[in-house]
């Protein structure tokens, strides 16, 4: 597992603690060394995403969650709800701190054996320029890939959520 703070809350400058109520954890039940909540209606975020499962190779090291299904729980991955995780990648350490931007990428890579990608975020204003880029490119992203904005977004997907749920009940 790679190494991360096992306080309640992370020292990193990239991360974030929701303001609402954070759900119980069970570090014990963490088998991997992050989370990543990932937007799989973004065509970017799924050729990341589809690039670290195979460096894993199926050692789970990594837990990929896919925030645009319907079965995306918010109570599972700390309270963080689909608007919120939408506006910037989330992650969650085993121990059940929420991470956020850069930080996300340095702990996927380093679990997969490919630290040195993100070593660079060692240096202090080497991190803050890549989170400052990373947030730039957040904001844009929904834009960037052509796609709706984020209330269009939000409100197909509430749309598709009730069209499942309604064919599952019959």
């Known amino acids: 597992r790679a190494s991360s703070s096992s306080s309640s809350t992370s020292t990193s ?3 974030t603690t929701p303001s609402r109520q954070i759900p119980p954890w069970d570090a014990s039940a963490a088998t991997w060394d992050v989370r990543v909540l990932y937007d799989g209606d973004c065509p970017l975020c799924v050729r990341e995403v589809n690039f670290l ?3 894993d190779a199926g050692r ?8 645009a299904s319907a079965s995306y729980d918010p109570a599972s991955n700390r309270g963080i709800d689909f608007e919120t995780a939408m506006s910037t990648i989330h992650g969650v350490t085993p121990e059940g701190d929420v991470i956020t931007g850069i930080e996300v990428f340095k702990r996927a890579y380093e679990a997969v054996g490919l630290g040195y990608v993100y070593a660079f975020t060692s240096v202090p204003w080497l ?5 400052a880029a990373y947030d730039f490119w957040a904001g844009k992203r929904l834009a960037v890939t052509g796609r709706a904005s984020m209330a269009e977004v939000r ?3 509430e749309r598709r959520m009730r ?3 309604a064919a599952a009940e019959g």
């Not at 789970?60 to 925030?67: C, E, F, M, N, P």
């Not at 991190?127 to 989170?131: E, F, G, I, Q």
């Open 13 to 15: 400058t990239s991360t």
């Open 53 to 55: 499962r195979a460096k």
């Open 60 to 67: 789970g090291r990594l837990d990929l969650v896919d925030i």
């Open 127 to 131: 991190a803050r320029a890549a989170d």
């Open 155 to 157: 409100d197909a997907r």
């Open 163 to 165: 069209a499942e749920r």
